[in-house]
């Protein structure tokens, strides 16, 4: 329950400053006490609770990096009573506008950022530097200093449920109930992606980074979508209800803002809108990187495809099937588990291929083929969603050569991983769930883009890679068609070797 008190906390610091306006906020934070200090004359504010380094920097006039330069102290964090040294005004080389907050709900704070349901800013505190949309270029890719800016807009959009918050009592509520609060649920990806804005503004990243709380109403969309803000965006991430979605890409479209969805299957959401990128793979290109690898790994061997009549796909097994035609790859289509072992060969390796998302019909198959491993060489293909089942037996996914297909797999045992693992702790409290790593590489991938290409970004991302954490980019134009937008084609094939998961493809 820590996590829980710390989430509450994040979502309701500084409540009671929402009574007034913005401005009359940091007109009442302005410390009258002035100190000499080495000839130069600072004002000495203390820090009171919910207090955030870039609210004091308006208050006072100065950039939030003069703040950082005479208290290095805060990097590490404001805490309450601190005092700091603020340098009288200096020149600034332009100064971001400070928003008026209207709405009185609750607020996510954790010293730097801010998120409501009305928006709001991540800043590094730099000048911020606009210009207008001109035509991308034809210079190569990574070459066109003209297409990138020294200091970018960022909007994110995702469900956080803001006017719930207040309900939550962790005092009172039981673990199941916790489970269910709306608030947490895609609070992970947030958490996860800014991680991944701290890593960038550290290698020269400058952005300020709009936040917005939407849910499935959509006339709360349309009026966001007519904020300056927004409008002037160079990137919109949007992990939004599909019509949400469709109605904030339709605006992205027009204004020539590229557009990321994070976790939709959907492939329609591509079609006659070229600024739209599908984070999340298709089962189609699913298909066709499984039966890459059996023909580069396997194919030597006896496809057997075991069709499920209850899997949700029922067309998915013949188009495998179709798909290893298409290699000259030897392939059965066995209809049930019977029908396959009737079919194992005694000379080749069986490459069993099943598909079904039961807990029970999956280790009711794995414990009959795993029987039959000394009488048959097997190899089992498990597809996305198997390392979710429940009782696997290491034993049985060693013994059968288990390889696992999926968009997403974590290598704990990666420096990298640990190192976002122990920042995570450090900053949030708790350990992070896939939807953090998944934030962390949406939002590290996506603006190291932005950050490497500007303008380009369409243009150049077919041909970008990046390591992440666990999730892997390959964007192609979607059915090949120049108005579609960007799907990511990238699964990744693992196997087990002495006991442990190592990625092959």
């Given at each position: 329950m820590n996590r829980v008190f710390f989430i509450l906390a994040f979502f309701t610091t500084t409540l009671?400053?929402?009574?007034?306006?913005?401005?009359?906020?940091?007109?009442?934070?302005?410390?009258?006490?002035?100190?000499?200090?080495?000839?130069?004359?600072?004002?000495?504010?203390t820090v009171k609770k919910g207090q955030t380094l870039y609210m004091i920097s308006k208050s006072y006039g100065v950039e939030v990096n003069d703040i950082i330069a005479e208290n290095p102290v805060v990097k590490e964090g404001l805490k309450a009573g601190q005092k700091l040294y603020i340098p009288f005004s200096v020149q600034k080389k332009e100064e971001i506008p400070v928003k008026k907050i209207s709405d009185s709900r609750s607020r996510i704070s954790d010293g730097r950022s801010q998120i409501t349901d009305g928006g709001s800013q991540i800043t590094d505190g730099r000048s911020q530097i606009t210009d207008g949309r001109s035509p991308v270029s034809d210079i190569p890719c990574g070459s066109d200093t003209a297409a990138c800016k020294r200091h970018y807009k960022v909007v994110l959009m995702l469900p956080l449920y803001l006017d719930?918050?207040?309900?939550?009592n962790p005092e009172t509520a039981t673990e199941e109930a916790v489970l269910n609060w709306n608030s947490l649920k895609y609070l992970p990806f947030y958490e996860g992606f800014r991680l991944a804005v701290?890593?960038?503004?550290?290698?020269?990243?400058?952005?300020?980074?709009?936040?917005?709380?939407l849910s499935k109403d959509s006339l709360k969309t349309s009026q966001l979508l007519k904020k300056p803000e927004v409008r002037s965006a160079d990137l919109i991430i949007g992990l939004l209800f599909n019509k949400n979605f469709q109605m904030v890409a339709k605006f992205?479209?027009?204004?020539?803002?590229?557009?990321?969805?994070?976790?939709?299957?959907?492939?329609?959401?591509?079609?006659?809108?070229d600024m739209v990128f599908k984070?999340?793979?298709?089962?189609?290109?699913?298909?066709?990187?499984?039966?890459?690898?059996?023909?580069?790994s396997m194919y030597r061997g006896q496809i057997l495809i075991i069709r499920n009549g209850q899997y949700k796909d029922r067309d998915i097994a013949e188009r495998l099937k179709k798909e290893c035609l298409e290699r000259n790859l030897n392939v059965v289509l066995a209809e049930g588990q019977d029908v396959a072992i009737g079919k194992l060969s005694k000379t080749k390796e069986n490459v069993i291929v099943a598909f079904t998302d039961n807990n029970v019909y999956a280790l009711d198959l794995m414990r009959r083929f795993y029987e039959l491993r000394n009488d048959y060489k097997i190899s089992l293909v498990g597809l996305p969603g198997w390392e979710k089942i429940e009782g696997l037996e290491t034993d049985f996914l060693n013994g059968l050569n288990t390889h696992l297909?999926?968009?997403?797999?974590?290598?704990?045992?990666?420096?990298?991983?640990?190192?976002?693992?122990?920042?995570?702790?450090?900053?949030?409290?708790?350990?992070?769930?896939p939807l953090a790593f998944q934030g962390f590489d949406?939002?590290?991938?996506?603006?190291?883009?932005?950050?490497?290409?500007?303008?380009?970004?369409?243009?150049c991302i077919t041909d970008f890679r990046l390591n992440t954490s666990q999730t892997s980019f390959?964007?192609?134009?979607?059915?090949?068609?120049?108005s579609n937008g960007f799907e990511n084609r990238r699964w990744s094939v693992y196997k087990y070797e002495n006991f442990k998961l190592v990625r092959v493809n």
């Amino acid at each position: 329950m820590n996590r829980v008190f710390f989430i509450l906390a994040f979502f309701t610091t500084t409540l009671s400053l929402y009574a007034q306006s913005y401005q009359e906020q940091l007109k009442a934070i302005h410390s009258s006490v002035v100190e000499e200090k080495d000839g130069k004359s600072y004002y000495i504010h203390t820090v009171k609770k919910g207090q955030t380094l870039y609210m004091i920097s308006k208050s006072y006039g100065v950039e939030v990096n003069d703040i950082i330069a005479e208290n290095p102290v805060v990097k590490e964090g404001l805490k309450a009573g601190q005092k700091l040294y603020i340098p009288f005004s200096v020149q600034k080389k332009e100064e971001i506008p400070v928003k008026k907050i209207s709405d009185s709900r609750s607020r996510i704070s954790d010293g730097r950022s801010q998120i409501t349901d009305g928006g709001s800013q991540i800043t590094d505190g730099r000048s911020q530097i606009t210009d207008g949309r001109s035509p991308v270029s034809d210079i190569p890719c990574g070459s066109d200093t003209a297409a990138c800016k020294r200091h970018y807009k960022v909007v994110l959009m995702l469900p956080l449920y803001l006017d719930e918050v207040t309900a939550m009592n962790p005092e009172t509520a039981t673990e199941e109930a916790v489970l269910n609060w709306n608030s947490l649920k895609y609070l992970p990806f947030y958490e996860g992606f800014r991680l991944a804005v701290d890593s960038l503004q550290k290698q020269g990243l400058h952005l300020t980074l709009n936040v917005y709380d939407l849910s499935k109403d959509s006339l709360k969309t349309s009026q966001l979508l007519k904020k300056p803000e927004v409008r002037s965006a160079d990137l919109i991430i949007g992990l939004l209800f599909n019509k949400n979605f469709q109605m904030v890409a339709k605006f992205a479209h027009e204004k020539h803002i590229p557009i990321v969805n994070p976790i939709s299957e959907r492939g329609e959401i591509l079609i006659n809108n070229d600024m739209v990128f599908k984070a999340n793979p298709s089962r189609a290109s699913m298909l066709e990187v499984l039966a890459d690898y059996i023909q580069k790994s396997m194919y030597r061997g006896q496809i057997l495809i075991i069709r499920n009549g209850q899997y949700k796909d029922r067309d998915i097994a013949e188009r495998l099937k179709k798909e290893c035609l298409e290699r000259n790859l030897n392939v059965v289509l066995a209809e049930g588990q019977d029908v396959a072992i009737g079919k194992l060969s005694k000379t080749k390796e069986n490459v069993i291929v099943a598909f079904t998302d039961n807990n029970v019909y999956a280790l009711d198959l794995m414990r009959r083929f795993y029987e039959l491993r000394n009488d048959y060489k097997i190899s089992l293909v498990g597809l996305p969603g198997w390392e979710k089942i429940e009782g696997l037996e290491t034993d049985f996914l060693n013994g059968l050569n288990t390889h696992l297909v999926s968009p997403a797999f974590v290598n704990y045992s990666d420096a990298g991983v640990k190192n976002i693992i122990l920042r995570f702790q450090q900053q949030y409290k708790t350990d992070p769930e896939p939807l953090a790593f998944q934030g962390f590489d949406v939002g590290f991938y996506f603006l190291s883009a932005l950050m490497k290409f500007g303008k380009q970004l369409p243009k150049c991302i077919t041909d970008f890679r990046l390591n992440t954490s666990q999730t892997s980019f390959e964007f192609v134009r979607s059915g090949n068609n120049n108005s579609n937008g960007f799907e990511n084609r990238r699964w990744s094939v693992y196997k087990y070797e002495n006991f442990k998961l190592v990625r092959v493809n």
